[in-house]
């Protein structure tokens, strides 16, 4: 069956530390890859996707993320995190043939500290 | 623009008491509509999925039903509550395109006692 993998679970940085989280998905077909923030007491929003093209994506707030199809992963990468990034993030993917259903990953809660 | 409201925003029910959650859509028409369930260290769980009106596709078997009434109403429900469906419930709505992103709502804290 199809999955989503985020293998860091919780994250902890200084402020202006370099970020990475990584994202796995298990299907050979093609994907639409997201992923999705959500801040203390806010709802989930969107932050960056992914179809098709440059696989380097660009999203809100300085966040990006690159799709590597080979290793079938969809990390999330901030040069230089804030406190404010403080926050819960999930990767999910919609396996095509599925219809819109988006399978989300575990989520990795991140703290920034000051 | 399109808003989504669910709600309430919190409850607490006795076990074996029913269940109905409610979830809105506007500003928009034919939206795929969803219930997610939301456990600390497990991620959004689907639950339905709903491509239009009395369409229903359940994603996990459990004590919960789905229903649509109308093209922008999306309701959760259950007959008898059990603990186990103590969490918080998102309801989120997408266009009908293949890929198109997720809106969430507020979601609702259920707190089965």
């Known amino acids: 069956a199809q999955s989503v993998s985020q293998h860091n679970h919780h994250v902890i940085l200084s402020e202006a530390a370099s970020l990475e989280l990584g994202c796995n998905y298990s299907?050979?077909?093609?994907?639409?890859l997201f992923w999705y923030v959500q801040y203390p007491g806010q709802h989930l929003q969107l932050l960056l996707k992914y179809f098709s093209g440059d696989p380097l994506v660009k999203g809100i707030k300085g966040f990006e993320a690159e799709f590597i199809k080979s290793k079938f992963s969809f990390n999330l990468r901030k040069p230089s995190v804030q406190w404010s990034d403080t926050a819960e993030y999930f990767c999910a993917v919609i396996f095509t043939g599925g219809g819109n259903k988006l399978t989300f990953g575990t989520g990795t809660q991140l703290k920034v500290e000051l | 623009s399109q808003t989504i409201h669910q709600w309430p925003a919190t409850l607490v029910q006795p076990v074996g008491s029913p269940l109905s959650l409610e979830c809105t859509v506007e500003?928009?028409?034919?939206?795929?509509l969803y219930w997610y369930r939301q456990a600390a260290g497990r991620g959004l769980q689907l639950l339905f999925y709903s491509v239009g009106i009395g369409q229903i596709s359940s994603e996990v078997p459990q004590n919960l039903s789905a229903s649509r009434p109308q093209d922008r109403q999306f309701i959760l429900s259950s007959k008898k509550l059990l603990l186990s469906d103590s969490g918080f419930y998102l309801c989120?709505?997408?266009?009908?395109?293949?890929?198109?992103?997720?809106?969430f709502g507020n979601g609702t804290r259920l707190t089965v006692t």
């Open positions: 989120a709505w997408s266009r009908g395109q293949g890929g198109s992103p997720l809106h």
């Open positions: 500003g928009t028409s034919n939206p795929n």
């Open positions: 299907y050979g077909g093609t994907v639409n």
